[in-house]
């Protein structure tokens, strides 16, 4: 996946983008302020940004924008769309987002992706055993120089509306815990959490 950009000059104002896809979205979530109020905060894991964008896919100021890139469908860990990965590696591709191991994780619901999980749980069952998690770390999503001037003209193209929902939404669930997020989730959409193997545990 190449993404096509149009030619740029940033040493000189430039007109405001309006978003045309759900990977705008996930540059513009990348790029306003989270719980700190500083621009561009990153997110941590995988699991935590494909549930935030989840949550602007059922909001009516971003569903129908993101609904024509990210097809969410109930799985292992509830709501998920398996395009987001294609988009995360051809922003990384580009130069426009760096993925970086922050930490490692706190449990074993703080992983590297879902995959990882699934691979785990299946351990444990088999060996009726806790399996360590620490050989997994999490990563962080930020945007590169180049991703923070293309985020800074897909904001400007946001309405006052979008821009309030956006930054509320990151700053409120950005920093949550990941345990309380997907609580706040599987009760909020029941539905897409009736696959989840981990749904007694987060309920």
């Known amino acids: 996946m190449v993404i096509f950009l149009p030619e740029m000059d940033f040493e000189k104002p430039s007109k405001a983008w309006n978003l045309e896809s759900a990977l705008d979205i996930l540059i513009v979530l990348l790029y306003t302020k989270g719980a700190s109020g500083e621009i561009a905060e990153p997110i941590e894991g995988i699991t935590r940004l494909d549930k935030i964008i989840y949550l ?32 995360i590696a051809a922003l990384k591709h580009e130069g426009i987002i760096e993925v970086v191991a922050s930490r490692e994780p706190k449990n074993k619901i703080e992983t590297i992706d879902e995959e990882a999980v699934e691979r785990v749980l299946d351990e444990e069952k088999d060996t009726d055993r806790n399996v360590s998690w620490k050989t ?48 706040y989730v599987y009760s909020k959409y029941p539905k897409m959490a009736e696959k989840s193997k981990i749904r007694d545990e987060i309920l």
């Open 56 to 87: 602007l896919s059922e909001s009516p100021k971003f569903k129908q924008i993101i609904n024509k890139g990210y097809s969410f469908q109930a799985d292992n860990f509830g709501p998920f769309a398996p395009e987001i990965f294609d988009d």
């Open 136 to 183: 997994y770390s999490v990563e962080k999503y930020e945007l590169t120089a180049l991703g923070q001037q293309i985020g800074a003209l897909l904001y400007d193209g946001l309405t006052e509306e979008q821009k309030s929902e956006l930054n509320e939404t990151k700053r409120v669930f950005g920093k949550m815990s990941l345990k309380s997020l997907l609580h």
